[in-house]
Every structure is written in C-alpha cells, then in structure tokens.
C-alpha cells in the first residue's frame, strides 16, 4: 500500500512540471479521402445502343493503386443481375429477350477503399462508391400488326378484310388461321397486305360427333395478321368464324318401300370444297357440297333409326374431319315420312277415329304398388296433341288392356283386366262402365253388348246391355269368350268341343262360320272377317259368303283393318304387309319391333306397335307414312 501511494506522488509531480501549447500551428491538416480520379468504363458501348441479342458486356475501373476494390454491383432496371469483377475489370451479361422492346436502364455500382492511409482506411472502415448509369435500348418485335375488321361467308367462301393502316417495321408477313390446336400461316407479300383483303378459299368448318375426342378441331377459326422480325412476332386483333351445325339439313325421305332417299342442304363453304362423303343406308358415296339426293334401292324398316354419316371431303391431307352421325333420325315431314311424340310414351294402342279424322291412343302414364294408371291422348291427324282424358287405374297392362271405336255410335270402348268403360268421343269423358266388385271379371265392351268372364263364379255371359237380356250363358269350364267385334255384331265363343263364330242377331246366336279344328287368328270389321290359318291369310265377306286369301307368313298372324282404305294390315313378329281388299295388291315390308324402354316401365314396355289408319301406317316410335 505503501508503494502505490510513492508512486502516485512521483507521477503528479512530473505531469505539474510537462506544458503544450494548443494552438492551431500544432494541428496537422490530413486529406480527406476523394474519387476525382475513380471511374468507370463500359467498354465497346455508347449510350442508348440497340442490343437485341444476348451480349457479354466488359468494364473496367480506374482508380490508383492505392484504393482496392470491396466489391462490384450491376442493376438492369434496378434489379441486380450477376457479374464477375476481378482486377480492374468486370463482366456481365445483357440477355434482351428477357426485357419488353423500349429502354432499359444499366447501373454499375463500384465500391472500393479510400487509399487515404488513414486508421479507418487500414481497417476498411473508409470506402467510397463510385456509379454509373447507362441507357440501352431494345427493340425485337416487329411493329403492331393492323387488326381484323370483318370476315364474312360470300357465295360459298370466305373473305377477310383488315386495315391498311400500319407500320412496316417486320421482316415477314402472314395472315394467321388458328383453330383449336392447330395455327395455319399464309404468307402475305407487301402487296398482298396492302390490299386490306384475301380470299380464303381452303378453309372449311364442320363439327363431328361428340363421341369423338378431336370432333370440333375444326368447328371455329380465328382470323389475324402476324408479323414476324428476327427476334420475335406480334399479332393484331383477331376475329372469328364459327360453324353452325343447323345450317346442314339432312332429310330421309320415303320413295316406297323397297327405297328411301336422303337429301342434304349446301354447306355454307360449299365453294372451297366439292363433295361431302356419306356412309349411309349401309353405302359409301359422295356427295355436293352444294346440297343434293341420293336414293337408297333397299327396303327401309319401318321404324328403324337411320343416322346419317357425313363429312367434308377435302384434298388437304394434313386435315381430316370426323364423321358427323346424326343422333336424331333427319326425317322428311311432308309427302314422306312424319314425327310424332310417341317414343318416350308407353303406348299400349291406337286408333283412328274416322268421324273426327283424329288418332286416339292408350297411354299408360305411371304405376302404384298394385295398379296402373292411363289416359286416353287423342292426336290431331297432324299427330299434334290435342288433349287428353281423366286419369284410368287398371290392375294388368299386359292382359286385356285395349281401345276400340265403335262404328255405330262413334264412341270409345276400353277394357282394362276388371272394368269395361264407354267414352264420348266429343268430351273424353266416361259415361258408362262395368265392373266386378271383387275386382275378379274380365270385361269386353262392344256395342250394346257385354262379354263377360266370371273366375269367382266360374262363370261366363254374354247380355245385351240395353234390353239386359242374357244372349249365352255357360261354365267357364266349358266356355270361352275368344273375340267381340267392334260393333259388338260377332262372338267368338270357344268350347271344350268346338271353336264357332257367330252373329248377334235379335239377342240370338246365329252360327256364321266353323273355326274347329283351325289353328286361326282373326279380325272382324263390320260383316268382313279376316283369318289366317298356317301360311295362309283369308277374307270373308259374311254376308255374301266370298273368299279371298294371299301367303303369309306361318303362324300367330295379327291383323288390324282400315276402313278408310280398306286395307288390312297384317303383321308377325317383325315382317308385315298390308293387302287392298279392292285391287288384292299386297306390299309387304319389316319393322322395327324390340323397344327396349329404359325407366319405370323397362320390364313392360318392350314392343313397338305398327297400325293402319285412314291409310297412314303408323310405327310407335313416332314414325309415320302416309301411303297414298
């Protein structure tokens, strides 16, 4: 302790006897650190020079040989880009395809020491940056190309107008045709696009089917003029072309029946191509693009969905369109075939009504657990739908389920399984019926008469509903009703021993022919009787006792007499013929049975119907020809 304190004696008194005199003589004066002779050189490169392709730009910077470079930054656009500065020099790289054509700004900031020697500058505290800012320019597209004013269809072609008004700063010229994957470029000289228009006379728009993944590769096209320089393309405003698949018409048209022919529409290009193809009918052929017929020599059946398959065909091989197939069947409305909204209903029958000249059918609409419900639609001869009647429950659709007219009051007769109904024909409206209180009786209604077959009581009888007078009576076990013509005159009564037909006459039976021991089916209109028996269809007049017969088919013949033409169509399965009882002329012809319907009737509905009426023969798919 001691010594420290001799210590701090010794030293007070050296310090009281040392002096400096602060004056500014005593102050040395060092220089600041400055850059006057640091700046930066961008070699081989004059402000505002075009750069379109990628370059290495070299720098270098001067400063003496004191100061030292830190380190080095380049900014294009102010954003940093990479470059490599060693010794007194620098490289980067200018890439003009990155940048919009205009100017583009370029700054090299240089960060080295000051070389003042000063403590600050030895321990690279002391630095100065040195900038320099330079401007280039880009310019790699070519000038705007003029926009699409028009493009219109004439006389079969198309024609494409644009502006005349436009830079000519591009080294070439096209007009441009863009479909959906595919760019088709024509050249165009400077003459050509001084003209402002072109004729494309290639260009042809169709759509295919759907069913096809490249169907609408050529259903549109884009129209625009490109121009084209060394670096790059622009193109103007484009407008569009597209096709309409309503403006090709196809109809199918009925010639008789062992041919058929189609006739098309122009396609709105027809003049930039010559021929569609068609595969229709089971042929291959061509045909004008300007629209056109061609007939089929083979039978069409009746019924039968005929798609037409159509496209362009073209002599450009890198273009193939696909097949157009009509989904829908293209039918000709007038003097041939004609549409009727019948398909998608489950039609049990129909008739022709000759007094009101209208079509009458049996629709059957829905079902509950245990019935079925339908309405009668009465059809103007037009087939359009006029009305309809009440709701109908019924228990069976497959059993008994029917309509008839009755010639003699004009009225309608149904029978379902368990009831037998009369509607006036003027209201649709049920005015009388018969049924079964235990809902265990099949009903036929005709006329005045009542056929009736009782499985409770095991019983069958025939009365005349307007007197009340039971005409036959016997077991079930014995007899049978078979058939009740229309205007309820003729009864078919089968027996454990015989098979006859007879004649209502005065509330008695009068035996008019001898079906035993005849495998038959028949149809009755008025007092002509018409029966097929193996291969053999005959008609009897039963009033004066003539026959007349034809061939065919073997058995299980169907047979439905038109009055109006007195024609008698006949029909088996799929093979059918209609026989004029005047002239004996007979035209036979197929059709379409197999339905096939989807929904809630598909376990029902599974037979198409072919019907005569007022010499129209009818096919339930909604396909109709009128014969005469």
């Known amino acids: 302790m001691k010594k420290k304190i ?10 009281m006897r040392c002096s400096y005199d602060f004056t500014p003589d005593n102050f040395i004066d060092l220089e600041q650190p400055i ?41 294009v656009d102010n ?23 205009g100017i583009h700004n370029i700054r090299i900031e ?29 310019k790699r597209l070519p000038s705007s190309p003029p926009p699409i004013e028009n493009v219109e269809i004439t006389d079969g072609t198309i024609y494409v107008k644009w ?18 994957t595919r760019e088709i470029k024509i050249p165009l000289s400077n003459d050509q696009l001084a003209l402002g228009t072109y004729n494309d006379q290639s260009t042809v728009l169709f759509e ?65 191509f010559e021929n569609f193809e068609f595969f229709f009918g089971g042929e291959f052929f061509l045909g004008s693009s300007s629209g056109g017929e061609y007939s089929i020599s083979s039978p069409y059946i009746i019924g039968s969905i005929l798609s037409p398959n159509i496209r362009p065909k073209v002599n450009n091989f890198e273009i193939q369109f696909e097949f157009y197939i009509s989904d829908d069947f293209p039918l000709a409305n007038s003097n041939s075939f004609g549409l009727a909204n019948l398909n998608p209903l489950f039609l049990k029958e129909i008739v022709y009504h000759p007094s009101t000249n209208n079509f009458y059918a049996l629709i059957v609409e829905d079902r509950s657990v245990s ?39 004009n009225n309608i007769h149904i029978d379902t399984y368990n009831y037998a109904y009369e509607m006036d024909i003027s209201t649709l409206q049920i005015i009388d019926q018969y049924t079964d209180t235990l809902s265990n009786s099949k009903f036929i209604y005709r006329g005045n008469i009542l056929a009736r077959t009782d499985y409770s009581n095991n019983q069958v009888t025939l009365t005349n509903v307007t007197n009340n007078t039971v005409i036959y009576s016997a077991p079930y076990n014995f007899a049978r009703f078979g058939y009740l013509s229309n205007n309820g005159k003729y009864i078919l009564i089968y027996t454990n021993s015989e098979n006859k037909l007879y004649r209502i006459d005065n509330n008695q039976l009068v035996e008019v022919f001898d079906f035993s021991n005849i495998n038959f089916s028949l149809e009755i209109y008025g007092d002509n009787l018409f ?18 017969s034809f061939s065919f088919g073997a058995t299980q013949q169907k047979f439905q007499f038109d009055s109006s033409s007195n024609k008698l169509l006949v029909y088996q399965s799929d093979r059918s013929a209609i026989y004029n009882i005047l002239t004996e002329d007979i035209v036979r012809f197929q059709f379409e049975p197999n339905k096939s319907a989807r929904g809630l009737f598909n376990q029902e509905d599974r037979d198409y119907l072919v019907r005569l009426g007022n010499d129209r023969l009818i096919h339930t798919r909604g396909i109709y020809i009128d014969l005469n």
Not at 6 to 15: E, P, Q, T
Not at 91 to 97: A, Y
Not at 125 to 135: F, G, H, V
Not at 263 to 270: E, I, N
């Open 208 to 272: 295919g089917s759907s069913r096809y993944s490249n169907f609408d590769e050529y259903s549109s096209v884009s129209y625009s003029i490109l121009f084209e320089s060394d670096y790059g393309q622009s193109y103007g405003s484009p407008q569009s072309l597209s096709y309409d698949p309503s403006s090709i018409t196809l109809e199918v048209s009925f010639l008789n029946f062992n041919s058929y022919k189609l006739t098309w529409s122009a396609h709105p290009l027809y003049s930039n």
């Open 371 to 409: 019935e079925y419900h339908f309405r009668i639609y009465e059809y103007s001869f037009e087939m359009d739908l006029l009305r309809t009647s009440n709701l109908i429950s019924c228990y069976r659709v497959h059993e008994s389920l029917n309509i008839t007219i009755n010639p003699d009051d």
């Open 35 to 75: 850059n006057d002779t640091n700046y930066i050189n961008l070699v081989n490169f004059n402000n505002l020079d075009t750069i379109n392709n990628q370059k290495v730009m070299r720098y270098y910077f001067q400063s003496p040989n004191n100061q030292s470079t830190i380190e080095s930054k380049v900014y």
């Open 531 to 548: 029966y097929a028996s193996s291969n053999e269809v005959f008609f009897v007049d039963l009033i004066n006792n003539t026959r007349k």
């Open 163 to 180: 502006s005349t008004d436009y830079e000519r700063d591009f080294t070439n010229a096209y007009l441009s045709l863009k479909f959906k």
């Open 110 to 138: 240089h960060k080295f020491s000051s070389g003042s020697g000063s403590i600050a500058d030895q321990a690279g505290l002391e630095t100065l940056t040195e900038i320099a800012s330079y401007q280039f320019f880009v």
């Open 6 to 15: 001799v210590l701090i004696v010794v030293m007070s008194f050296f310090l």
């Open 79 to 101: 954003r940093q880009i990479n470059a490599y500065f060693s010794g007194q020099s620098g490289t980067f790289i200018l890439r003009p395809q990155t940048y919009d054509d």
